[in-house]
């Protein structure tokens, strides 16, 4: 048996990015959409894929549903990119503007993927630790970009996993103190209703990241989209892989983008309204610290969390995301919020699991 020479040096050391999605009765750790999407909506899709030719290939831009998201935005096909989910988009972001020679500004603790990305293509990493409210430290990161040579910075509102917004001043005291790209990356703003989209008109340098994956139920199908100047979306056109977002994919996106005023709005509302009752009822819970969140998800602290992360699946098939060795997040746990059944489950086992019971009842 004949060897085979080593892989790029840039993979060596680099662990695989692990989601740790393990089969649960509970699944609380990815923060999906609880709900599959509509019946109607459904039926909406199966009727046009009875008309899809699947010998074709798909439109490579997928410009009808770059029309629709644009048109939803108050934006024109130019400024619009999708992709196959935004991890896809993420790594283009790298592509794009990181690499040998560049440098991009990571604000930890948050999504891990940006990090991964940046050893990946060889890109240099500034770390600038959030506050310990987890906001971003917004005079540090100016000071840091006066001095010239950052090329990407990227801002997570709500950020994942502490569920905290950036504020808007932030944002444009960031976007006016270089020419960096600043990559707002959005996937959770639906549960905020507090994107910064409209800074777009004003500021070439904002590129702002959104999934179909969490408020519209589609992480299954693999669908994001980047919102940016001409100028930036041009150059992702370049380094994108051209059918990266295949026509199936392209049809159902279309079809539920058709439904966010209507059932999507209804379901987000819905889970900002159990994400509240949740975040109050792990406020009464002793033993408990927990981060209020604009996002699906609640940041939660217990003593011994990676013993209660075990004994919440193993002992009660609850599944929910482990923190607790991340930098900046000893002894978090991250829950999804999930049906109103879901969330019972969930907080009837971390009761048993912490031995304690709610000192308050909720109003
Ligand atoms: N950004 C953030 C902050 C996320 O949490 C996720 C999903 N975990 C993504 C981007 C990518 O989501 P997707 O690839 O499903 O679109």
Known sequence: MGSVRDSNERLSGLEPYDPKYLPAEVMLSANESPFDIAPETRERVEARLGELAFNRYPDPLANGLRDGIAASCGLERGN????????????DVFLAYGGPGRTFINLPPTFSVYAYNAHLTGTGIVDIPRLDDFSVDVDAVVARLS??????????????????????VGCRRLLEASDALILLDEAYIEFADASLVSLLAE??????????????SLAGVRVGYLLGSRKVIDEFTKVRQP????????????????????????????????????????????????????ANFLLIRVANAHGVWQELYEGHS??????????????CLRVTVGT????????????KVLGTQAVRPSG
Request: charged share 25%; hydrophobic share 45%.
């Open 203 to 216: 500021h070439e340098n904002l590129l702002i990241l959104r999934t179909f994956s969490k408020a519209f």
């Open 80 to 91: 619009v990119l999708v992709g196959n989910g935004g991890d896809e988009l993420l790594f």
């Open 243 to 294: 059918y990266s977002v295949d026509a199936v994919s392209q049809l159902i996106a279309s079809c539920v983008l058709e439904d966010r005023d209507t059932v999507v709005h209804e379901r987000v509302a819905g889970t900002v309204a159990r994400r509240e009752e949740l975040f109050r009822r792990l406020q009464d819970m002793e033993g408990v610290e927990v981060w209020p969140s604009a």
């Open 318 to 331: 609850v599944l929910v995301r482990d923190f607790s060795s991340s930098a900046g997040l000893s002894d």
């Open 147 to 168: 001095e010239g040579d950052i090329d990407l910075v990227v801002l997570t509102s709500p950020n994942n996993p502490t569920g905290n917004l950036i504020s808007e």
């Open 340 to 351: 109103e059944e879901e969330n019972a489950a969930f907080l009837s086992a971390l009761e």
